[in-house]
């Protein structure tokens, strides 16, 4: 009998226990698949749109912002170094955490790059060709 208790206890164990599904895989943030909306050349026009929610503040690090609440666009000149220890200085715009822009370094022409906020002021920039660069805003 006691046979029989141990046989049915295991066939309830096997069917009353679920697999697990497996966990959704992990979406991992790529540093260009974030800034769809910015490009470097929105920081040289302003459209109609924008020209409406046009704003600067003389309080702010930023050279103007557009846009509406949760959804502003901010304009920013930049400094920092390149890699090599180099300076560079440039514009860019910035919605959210992600943008892009423009950076000039003497020995270089004008570098396309993407950023990312990485602390307050702070940003962290890619360009291209995979050059890495340390901004803060002036």
Not at 21 to 36: E, T
Request: aromatic share 12%.
């Amino acid at each position: 009998m006691s046979k029989n208790y141990l046989t049915l206890i295991l066939l309830l164990l096997i069917f009353s226990c679920k697999k697990a599904s497996a966990p959704p895989p992990l979406q991992i943030n790529s540093f260009y698949k974030q800034v769809v909306r910015i490009t470097p050349d929105d920081r040289k026009t302003i459209t109609p749109d924008e020209a409406k929610t046009y704003h600067i503040n003389n309080t702010y690090h930023y050279e103007y912002r557009t846009g509406n609440p949760g959804q502003y666009e901010y304009n920013y000149d930049v400094k920092g170094i390149n890699i090599k220890g180099d300076s560079v200085y440039g514009n860019i715009n910035v919605q959210g955490k992600y943008g892009a822009g423009i950076l000039i370094c003497d020995s270089i022409a004008d570098i396309e790059i993407n950023t990312e906020w990485i602390s307050y002021g702070k940003l962290k920039a890619i360009d291209l060709k995979g050059n890495e660069y340390q901004l803060i805003v002036k």
